[in-house]
């Protein structure tokens, strides 16, 4: 079956602007996570929904970043005034429950200059 | 807190030889550990998890890990290497406390002929 997609692959912006990442998991899985990746390191969490809520934002770095999954299906993080550090690979995953293995879609590399 | 530690940035391993892939990790409950491979401009690719019993665990493409509560270790083994097993190779970890992962930064494996 279909598995995670993500959209746009690739993103270029400049410092300050405003940008929209767009997942779509598996589906029938209720759970989404979104986690950033710089380069040479591991992923790191940013935030994970169970259904519409967010179940656990801690990992969002600051209030410029936000995400919302309004149907409890696609979801989409917005970031607000980039800045060159935002510049990483997002990657998003989505599981059956909250708890289950996590699948993981391409990424979506941005890129603020 | 909870972290993972993957020791080796790179491991070089011949064709037709076992390999290991070492990972250490600290949780303060219960852990329940993962096994992904990420290869060039794809996503990441789940392997194979630990969440409770038999401590060797099969996965996929031939791979198994063995959860060592003793040591905190989790280390991703496969019999015979292929060439094509070349990728780069994480290790994450949970507790039951919360669903993010927690990840390594990466060990790359590279399989020469």
């Known amino acids: 079956g279909a598995g995670v997609s993500q959209t746009p692959s690739n993103k270029v912006t400049e410092k300050g602007k405003y940008v929209e990442l767009r997942c779509d998991p598996i589906?029938?899985?209720?759970?989404l996570y979104w986690y950033r990746q710089s380069l040479g390191q591991g992923p790191e969490f940013l935030i994970y929904f169970q259904g519409t809520g967010a179940a656990d934002d801690s990992g969002l770095p600051n209030d410029r970043f936000f995400a919302v999954r309004p149907e409890g299906s696609v979801s989409t993080l917005k970031i607000q005034r980039t800045e060159r550090g935002d510049s990483a690979v997002y990657l998003c995953a989505s599981s059956y429950i909250a708890g289950d293995t996590q699948y993981f879609g391409p990424g979506t590399r941005l890129t603020v200059l | 807190a909870q972290s993972v530690a993957q020791p080796e940035d790179q491991v070089n391993v011949a064709e037709g030889n076992p390999l290991t892939v070492k990972c250490t990790y600290s949780v303060s409950g219960n852990p329940y550990l993962f096994w992904y491979v990420q290869y060039p401009n794809r996503g990441l690719q789940f392997l194979l998890k630990y969440i409770t019993g038999d401590n060797l665990v099969k996965g996929s493409y031939g791979f198994e890990a063995e959860f060592n509560k003793s040591q905190t270790s989790f280390h991703l083994k496969k019999p015979s290497a292929l060439v094509s097993d070349s990728a780069l190779y994480f290790c994450?970890?949970?507790?039951?406390?919360?669903?993010?992962?927690?990840w390594g930064a990466g060990t790359k494996l590279i399989i020469k002929p």
């Open positions: 994450a970890v949970r507790d039951d406390s919360n669903y993010q992962l927690i």
């Open positions: 589906s029938g899985h209720t759970a």
